[in-house]
């Protein structure tokens, strides 16, 4: 893989770490000016590589970047796709959005990984968008991570920008543009930039499969009433829902804004596969809530299950103590020593009193079961 760096030079680099998806990152931009780019994300060892394809319905290539220069789109009618993996570069990021002339506000949320999702149109005729890909970090406890995506739609281009921290999550729609499968070799860069968001979308349903299986689990040792089962376990599940809905919520509105804006950079002929991608969408959302749903319903009969087996403990203790309240008095009685206590001169007294105490038990039980006290 070639790499470009802020002297315009690619340099061959392998893998980086990723760092915790819980920790909040310093905002080192707070106070700066607008549109000063700061990067805030975790830290990053590579360079960030940039590769650029270039197709129409007959024609193909992809190559890296080696210098700036090789970024600007083709000018001989072909659609151009620039995709930057790491954005962590902020001097790269501006010299690039100065080639295409990008808005400085719009590469502070390139930057910006923990930027919510959004849509953006610039008077400079380019369609911003931003969102967020979903990774499964670990499978036992289930974590999600959210890697930050932004798109950049022009007359006949599409930049895309991704953080170096998977693979190249748009690998099916190259191959795609490669084998000339479908329709994306044959439409506008408004349909590439639909290719792009559908992977992502897709990709949704591979989470919710993950917390799917996690729920049935869940939901299986919740009737079983297993004992092992913790609220922390409930709660990490719930806190993986929320960053799930967090991230999705906004996309609905970001779909619909494209599909109902009259835009000029998005073709009537996509505006129905933006519609079957909203759908999509909706459809992941609805399923997030009721899964959040089902995880509250579930907490609520684990924390009756818990208090239930206390109330029986409890009983237990209870009836216990019932019981032997009135032998504790027959034998505090008889333990006092008494001179003039003439049941102490009895020469069967011991097995009077052990009499009485069992006909009191025995009289104890039987009601406590005609009570139905247990």
Known sequence: MHTTDTNDSVNTTDSSKKESKRKRYKRHNLLTSPGTLVYIGPEIELKTSIKKVQFNDKTFTESPV??????????????????????????????LGGIYQLH???????????????LEVYDSGHLFLTLKMLHIESDTPLEISAEHVSFVLGSNYVISFQEELTGDIFTPVLNRLKASIGKTRKNGPDYLLFALMDVVVDNYFVILEKLEDKLDLVEDQVIRGAKHLSLADLYALKRELTLVRRIIWPLRDIINQLIREDNPLVGRKTIPYYRDLYDHVMQVVDTVDSYRELLASLTDVHLSTISNRMNSVMKTLTIFSAIFMPLTFIVGVYGMNFDNMPELRWHNGYYYTWSLMGIVTLGMVIYFRWKRWF
């Open 104 to 118: 400085p506000l719009l590469l502070e949320d390139v930057v910006n990984t923990e930027h919510k999702p959004k």
């Open 66 to 95: 080696k210098s700036l220069g090789d970024c600007l789109p083709s000018s001989n009618g072909e659609i151009t796709w620039l995709d930057v993996d790491g954005i962590h570069e902020t001097g790269l990021i501006e010299k």
